[in-house]
């Protein structure tokens, strides 16, 4: 059974960086025909998929966010990462982490973490 957790901080200050980091187990991130992916959903809102990395390391972003986000990943801790730079308060969001096999559509075979308040807050 996949488990993905996500982490980080709660609250960040406008024009800081958001980073936060999922942590996979019972599977690899380099498990071929996946897309390790990082979705948000705004308060009120429905979901945003932001990007993903897949098992060879390429990474994919969503024009909206392309030019202030990241995906890394450290493949001996099982982990990957998204970092948001200049943050706003319009990415206050709830944040999930998942394994999918097709980027922007939630499938019955998808692992998702179970999301982590974010606010960008002065």
């Known amino acids: 059974q996949v488990q993905l957790q996500e982490s980080g901080p709660g609250l960040v200050k406008p024009s800081q960086t958001l980073s936060l980091t999922c942590t996979v187990s019972?599977?690899?991130?380099?498990?071929?025909?996946?897309?390790w992916s990082w979705i948000r959903q705004p308060p009120g809102k429905g979901l945003e998929w932001v990007g993903y990395?897949?098992?060879?390391?390429?990474?994919y972003y969503r024009p909206p966010l392309k030019s202030r986000s990241s995906i890394s990943r450290d493949t001996s801790k099982n982990q990957f990462t998204l970092q948001l730079r200049s943050a706003t308060p319009e990415d206050t969001a709830v944040y999930y982490c998942?394994?999918?096999?097709?980027?922007?559509?939630?499938?019955?075979?998808?692992?998702w973490g179970q999301g982590i308040q974010v606010t960008v807050s002065s």
């Open positions: 990395i897949t098992s060879s390391g390429s990474t």
């Open positions: 998942a394994r999918v096999k097709r980027f922007g559509v939630r499938g019955p075979d998808d692992y």
């Open positions: 019972g599977g690899s991130i380099t498990t071929n025909n996946y897309s």
